[in-house]
DNA sequence: TTAAATGTAATTACTATGGTTACACATTGT
DNA sequence: ACAATGTGTAACCATAGTAATTACATTTAA
């Protein structure tokens, strides 16, 4: 279903951010990173602006900049700034109105779906960038830890 | 993100499936009411078919069954059935090893993206095809009572 | 004033999907 | 036996979303 990797794109560019407490970094250092393009960060950072996640600092030295403190921004909210929220589509044409399924299957659909994005945004709602980047540090010091025990 | 109404009209398919009581429904009469094309039916049945959901019958006054008990059957199975299970995307090419994140955003993610899907899952694992036509009678009862207070 | 960096548009390629047509094959019913 | 019915599947087209890339005007710091 969804193919966007934007989702995981954002996260690892505000986990980035989150690491250089306050010194910009520009989106040639963060495509480095992530392995992709900058033009392509700079859209993604373009969104995560709008959402008021982030900010940007124009000329030499510039780049982007965490606009929240990284415990302040939930995952649902990354997702909600890059990714379209819906989850499931419904019907395209209506369904035929002639049908007693056809009549009212949307409503329910509309229930079941909602319930089961809710389920979904309520995961990513419980975890922030904070817990994340938190994540990331275990599993460096477990690598470190793995690399002097074996030479 | 995901654009794919197959879940949808999956569930409007075994909704009708399970009012026929074991009468058999082409996929003729069923894209009737889901209002697409025939072929298009019988694409989704075969999905519906090779997770144990649906079975068919060839011939004159054929169609499709289901296949099991409309109780017996969650929104999961359907879900899985039809779509592909991958909520999110990881990144395409590999991150950068060079780099803290990058060396570990993935495994992060995967533990951050398991958690929303399960939490998903979840949801839709809790209902029935039988809780969807229950869902469906009742909208249908409401639309008669509105119908016969209006003349 | 020069170099660095953003923001954005335009383009290309790829993939998933829905929709459609066509047809071989199986099955039913007369 | 045979005609009608219906499945199962392949092939094809159009559309939409996305990643990737190039290019460039604009802003800003040093």
């Given at each position: 279903?969804?193919?966007?990797?934007?989702?995981?794109?954002?996260?690892?560019?505000?986990?980035?951010?989150?690491?250089?407490?306050?010194?910009?970094l520009s989106s040639e250092?963060?495509?480095?990173?992530?392995?992709?393009?900058?033009?392509?960060?700079?859209?993604?950072?373009?969104?995560?602006?709008?959402?008021?996640?982030?900010?940007?600092?124009?000329?030499?030295?510039?780049?982007?900049?965490?606009?929240?403190?990284?415990?302040?921004?939930?995952?649902?909210?990354?997702?909600?700034?890059?990714?379209?929220?819906?989850?499931?589509?419904?019907?395209?044409?209506?369904?035929?109105?002639?049908?007693?399924?056809?009549?009212?299957?949307?409503?329910?659909?509309?229930?079941?779906?909602?319930?089961?994005?809710?389920?979904?945004?309520?995961?990513?709602?419980a975890r922030t960038l904070?817990?994340?980047?938190?994540?990331?540090?275990?599993?460096?010091?477990?690598?470190?830890?793995?690399?002097?025990?074996?030479?």
């Amino acid at each position: 279903m969804n193919t966007s990797s934007r989702f995981a794109f954002a996260v690892h560019v505000l986990a980035l951010l989150s690491l250089q407490e306050g010194v910009p970094l520009s989106s040639e250092m963060i495509a480095g990173s992530v392995n992709t393009n900058p033009a392509l960060i700079r859209r993604l950072l373009s969104m995560l602006a709008d959402a008021g996640l982030t900010t940007s600092q124009l000329g030499a030295g510039g780049g982007a900049l965490l606009a929240k403190a990284p415990d302040e921004i939930t995952l649902l909210q990354v997702y909600r700034a890059v990714d379209d929220a819906q989850l499931f589509a419904m019907h395209r044409e209506e369904p035929n109105p002639a049908c007693m399924v056809g009549r009212h299957i949307q409503v329910v659909l509309r229930g079941i779906i909602d319930e089961a994005q809710q389920a979904m945004e309520a995961s990513l709602g419980a975890r922030t960038l904070a817990d994340a980047t938190a994540d990331l540090m275990r599993a460096e010091r477990a690598l470190e830890r793995k690399r002097r025990s074996h030479g």
